[in-house]
């Protein structure tokens, strides 16, 4: 089965760096595109970006370009996203999720991992 | 961007209840919308894409319809567990903007 796991909590200070990972199992990994999604503490849902993991392409959200950054490892089928130039504002969970179809990435987001939160605080 | 607004906010209803929410696009998203239920803790899950159709799993009493800039979901006969938040999502084009949710509460 369909399975994406992420990696755990991080807590972080104001100016730092984090990278959440996430583990694709039970499918081809480089077939389906991955989403990156995160919820502020009581708030909605806000789309990041996604990553093509075939060809290691990526789309970002205009708000985080320049401080977002998506990656893949096919050898480990484990995508990875890294946010820079942290500020309290970031404070959120951390979701991927995946397309049910392969090759596109404008579909519903059908699989998703278990989240990973994020605190950014001096 | 696209922007998506859900009304209400939040809405209490009883058990056996018909509630709908409601999905509005700032541009036209022809039927590239899709509903999201989320329990706190928990990862959002799928329930409707291209606007009315079930995710396999769901219960039938889940309903979307419209088109274009307007969306419904409707839930027949609530239950308790569908107290959650829902969201909308529109997939026509980046960013794949969510709607800002609606909170139903079951009495």
Known sequence: ?122 | DIQMTQSPSSLSASVGDRVTFTCRASQSISRHLNWYQQKPGKAPKLLIYVASTLQSGVPSRFSGGGSGTEFTLTINSLQPEDSATYYCQQSYGDPYTFGQGTKLEIK
Request: proline residues 6%; positive net charge.
């Open chain 1, 1 to 122: 089965q369909v399975q994406l796991v992420q990696s755990g909590v991080e807590g972080k200070k104001p100016g730092a760096s984090v990278k959440v990972s996430c583990k694709a199992s039970g499918y081809t990994f480089s077939d389906y595109f991955i989403h990156w999604v995160r919820q502020a503490p009581g708030q909605g849902l806000e789309w990041m970006g996604w990553i093509n993991p075939k060809s290691g392409g990526t789309k970002y959200e205009q708000k985080f370009q320049g401080r977002v950054s998506m990656t893949r490892d096919t050898s480990i089928s484990t995508v990875s996203m890294e946010l820079n130039r942290l500020t309290s504002d970031d404070t959120a969970v951390y979701f991927c999720a995946r397309n049910p179809a392969p090759g596109v990435p404008n579909d519903p987001l059908e699989y998703w991992g278990q989240g990973t939160l994020v605190t950014v605080s001096s």
